[in-house]
Structure formats: structure tokens, C-alpha cells
């Protein structure tokens, strides 16, 4: 495996973020604490959770049981969609840091923006709160259109430090990263090999087979060549330590190019303007 250090991302407010990390989405929590210590033992020191994901105890389990100081571990989670209230955001940041058993959050993100059963404009000012708390080195959303970051750009006073989104090759997200990257935020791909579907396509395999890399490798490196945020999920040590395995190839513009060709803007998850509950 290799041993070159995984690059981090400087958020708007100064902060580093691990470029490369971990999801735990679907993890389920008897698997998780053992699945998170395998993952921090393979090297990954940022892991992406959720409260909506039912395994929050369990990572701040492997944290704490991993030996590691726990500033040596970025850690994401995210206020459910049915937190969208001022007083309801804020128990449910209380809720999370509890469950972890941490005294801070590295980052927390507004999971979706659920605009029809919720204001997500006053879920953020509550968001805003927190983060003056101190209890929180940046605050971010997830899943929210460049329409919903304008209104809250609009009302609000601090830009989201990221905007969690579905992407990979066949849903490139190219609107939303222009409109991130133009207000300095960072774009966090999530889902990026697509829960496998991009692993079997012809183009992808064929890069892979000349560079001797697996699939999951060639797209993941595209998405950190593209300057992106990952965080892909595996439950098996091999699979884990082959995603982290990226930093001693690259790939060439015309690779760059096949793969981002293979946009087809087809998603996997749900409409963020259309989903009210998850
Ligand atoms: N903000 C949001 O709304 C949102 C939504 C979805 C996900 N996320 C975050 O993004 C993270 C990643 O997304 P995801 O879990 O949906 O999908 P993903 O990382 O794109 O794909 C995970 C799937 O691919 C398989 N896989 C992983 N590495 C592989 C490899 N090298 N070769 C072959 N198969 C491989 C895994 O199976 P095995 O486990 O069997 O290896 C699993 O079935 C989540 O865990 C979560 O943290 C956020």
C-alpha cells in the first residue's frame, strides 16, 4: 500500500479536510465499530456519517477505541431531515456530539434541504449558532441545489464551508461544482463509483486495464484530479485499502476526458427539490 500522506482540502474558514475518507452510510451498527477500526487501520482518517445512518455511538466507539487523538480524526455528520427547526437543529448537534461521545464535530452538514416541510434558512442560522459555539471547526450542507445556497447566501452571514452531492461519472454535477467553487465552497462527491455501477463500464474498465488499477481506483482518482472531496464505503479490508491505494498514479487529460464524458446526468438518489422525507 502506499504510504504518500492523503492531500487535505483547505476549507473557506481555514480549515483542513482529508481529501480522502470514509462513508458509512448502510453500515449497520452491529458491523460498524469493527468496519471503522479496519478502515482507520488501513490509514483513512476522516470518516462521513450521518444521524439518519443509526451508527454514530458505533464510530465514536472506533475513534476512541482506535488509540488515535481524536484531532487527528476528522469526523462529518449531518442534522436529520426532520431536525429543520432553530430549537430542533440545535438538539439534534447536542444528539450527535453525544452519541460520537465527542466535545467537538469537525464538520456538520445540513443533510437535505426538504424545502417544502422545512426552512432550511432558519435550520442554517441555527447552524450558525453552533458553529459561533465553538463546537464545531465548520458547518456545510448536503444535497442542496445552487438555488437553495443563493437564498441562504442571500439571508444569512456565513458561506457553507461544503455542499455534500451525488456525484460520479454518470452524474457529473458540472452546475453545482461552478456555482461551489465560484462562492468557495468544496464540493463532496458522495456516492462517487455510484454504488458500483460505474465499475462495469466498458470505458472505465479499459483505462483501468492499461494502468493496471481497478475501476474503483481509476474513478476515485478522477475525482481527486477533478479536486474533489471522497469518501467511498466498503465493508471489506481489501476493497477499503485498494480505495485509499491513489496517490502514486494519475491520470492523463485524455483519461480525464473519457471518464467525464460518460455524464448522463442520471442519478442514483432522490430529487433534493422533491424530497421532503428520508
Ligand atoms: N449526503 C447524502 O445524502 C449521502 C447519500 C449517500 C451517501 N453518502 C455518503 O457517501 C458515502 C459513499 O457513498 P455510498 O456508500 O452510497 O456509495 P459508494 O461509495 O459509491 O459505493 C459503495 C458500494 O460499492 C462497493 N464497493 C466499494 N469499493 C469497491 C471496490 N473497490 N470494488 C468493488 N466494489 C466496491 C461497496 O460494497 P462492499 O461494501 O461490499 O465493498 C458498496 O456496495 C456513504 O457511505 C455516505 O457516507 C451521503
Given at each position: 500500500m502506499t504510504t504518500t500522506p492523503v492531500p487535505a482540502i483547505v476549507l473557506n474558514n481555514g480549515v483542513p479536510i482529508p481529501q480522502l475518507g470514509y462513508g458509512v452510510f448502510k453500515i449497520n451498527p452491529e458491523e460498524t465499530v469493527d468496519t471503522v477500526r479496519r478502515a482507520l487501520q488501513v490509514g483513512y482518517r476522516h470518516i462521513d456519517t450521518a444521524?439518519?445512518?443509526?451508527?454514530e455511538t458505533q464510530v465514536g466507539r472506533a475513534v476512541h477505541e482506535s488509540?488515535?487523538?481524536?484531532?487527528?480524526v476528522f469526523v462529518t455528520s449531518k442534522l436529520d431531515n426532520?431536525?429543520?427547526?432553530h430549537q430542533a437543529a440545535l438538539a439534534a448537534f447536542q444528539r450527535s456530539l453525544d452519541d460520537l461521545g465527542f466535545?467537538?464535530?469537525d464538520l456538520f452538514l445540513?443533510?437535505?434541504?426538504t424545502p417544502a416541510v422545512g426552512d432550511y434558512v432558519e435550520t442554517w442560522r441555527a447552524m450558525e449558532e453552533i458553529y459561533r459555539s465553538g463546537r464545531v471547526k465548520a458547518i456545510g450542507v448536503s444535497n442542496f441545489q445552487p438555488h437553495h445556497i443563493q437564498n441562504l447566501l442571500e439571508h444569512t452571514e456565513i458561506v457553507p464551508a461544503v455542499n455534500q452531492v451525488e456525484l460520479h461519472p454518470y452524474f457529473a454535477q458540472e452546475k453545482v461544482r461552478e456555482f461551489n467553487t465560484e462562492h468557495g465552497i468544496a464540493t463532496e462527491a458522495w456516492s462517487p463509483i455510484a454504488q458500483g455501477r460505474v465499475l462495469h463500464d466498458p470505458a472505465v474498465q479499459t483505462i483501468a486495464e492499461r494502468l493496471s488499477r481497478s475501476p474503483a481506483q481509476v474513478t476515485l482518482r478522477w475525482h481527486l484530479q477533478r479536486g474533489d472531496i471522497v469518501f467511498p464505503k466498503s465493508t471489506t479490508t481489501q476493497r477499503m485499502a485498494e480505495n485509499f491505494d491513489l496517490f502514486d498514479f494519475t491520470l492523463a487529460e485524455p483519461d480525464m476526458a473519457a471518464i467525464s464524458g460518460?455524464?448522463?446526468?442520471?442519478?442514483?438518489g432522490p430529487d433534493p427539490d422533491t424530497l421532503n422525507h428520508l
Open positions: 444521524e439518519l445512518y443509526h451508527n488509540g488515535l487523538a481524536r484531532e487527528d426532520d431536525s429543520h427547526a466535545d467537538y464535530l445540513i443533510h437535505w434541504p460518460l455524464n448522463r446526468d442520471e442519478r442514483i
